[in-house]
């Protein structure tokens, strides 16, 4: 049975894992990202994170599909 999951842990899908840190990264940096990196003004920053977030969302989402095939 150990040896069931790590074979299962070794062949997991490589370009799913990708997804997965982008979106974290995306997700959990939405802020800073807006604020730092793009610049956006304080009364923009709300709407920007929050689109951020939605897609980062949905990039771990691929991840998550991709993964279960």
Do not use: C, W
Request: hydrophobic share 60%.
């Amino acid at each position: 049975m150990l040896e069931k999951a790590l074979e299962n842990l070794i062949n997991i899908d490589k370009v799913a894992l990708l997804f997965f840190m982008i979106a974290a990264f995306i997700t959990y940096g939405a802020r800073f990202i807006t604020v730092r990196i793009m610049k956006i003004s304080s009364h923009k920053v709300f709407k920007i994170t929050t689109i951020l977030k939605i897609v980062g969302l949905f990039i771990g989402l691929l991840g998550l599909f991709r993964i279960t095939k």
